[in-house]
């Protein structure tokens, strides 16, 4: 699971085709793929078992707030540190354009939706079959971390700390949809401060 789960990922961070080309590419490497690997192309409620489920929402959902709360002045703080100005949105002309960073965002919202299954459905659940969760959960926080080389330089820990978390409410919670919302939401959020203060 491990040896497959780096090499998928590993395409993913090394293939560039522009915003657009890897928003279509991503989805193919980190959904498709993994999806078809585990269904063997037949059985479809096998990926209930890998957080594609609500799971137990009543639980995970007071994280989701608790936790975006949390995260406000973190993000807040971060725009100032270097790099994350340049860096965000990630897609230029939702700098200047609202239509456009709209669009944006809807966009980045599959992106994040793949990297939510693929990281903390498909690797974190998958290793949780064969190896302590907690174990599990260090690991794929791990890879997920080595990923983001290349962002502005805190982020490469932030994105383990957050990985971690997001992997611990997610396995309790029996779903992906924790993180999807917490990262898609904070990501919108961060987004909007960057161009609030720095481009409007």
């Known amino acids: ?15 560039y085709a522009g915003f657009w080309g890897n928003f279509a590419f991503d989805f193919l490497v980190l959904v498709v793929v993994p999806i078809l690997i ?25 994280w989701v707030v608790l936790l975006l709360l949390v995260s406000l002045p973190i993000m807040y703080f971060g725009i100032g540190l270097p790099g994350f100005a340049d860096y965000y949105p990630r897609y230029a002309p939702a700098r200047y354009s609202w ?5 944006f965002e809807l966009a980045f919202g599959v992106v994040m939706f793949a990297t939510e299954f693929f990281y903390r459905g498909f690797l974190l659940f998958g290793l949780a079959e064969k190896m302590d969760s907690r ?19 805190w982020e490469v820990p932030y994105s383990f700390v957050a990985g971690y978390v997001f992997g611990y409410v997610d396995y309790k919670g029996k779903s992906i949809l924790p993180s999807f919302l917490m990262h898609w939401v904070s990501s919108i959020i961060f987004d909007l401060m960057v161009v609030l203060l720095f481009y409007y």
């Open 99 to 103: 239509t456009a960073f709209i669009m």
């Open 1 to 15: 699971m491990f040896a497959v789960a780096a090499v998928l990922a590993a395409l993913s961070y090394f293939v």
């Open 135 to 153: 174990v599990a959960n260090l690991v794929h926080g791990l890879l997920y971390m080595v990923v983001h080389i290349g962002k502005p330089f």
């Open 38 to 62: 585990l269904t063997k192309g037949k059985n479809w409620s096998v990926l209930k078992k890998y957080g594609l489920q609500p799971g137990d929402w009543k639980w995970w959902g007071k």
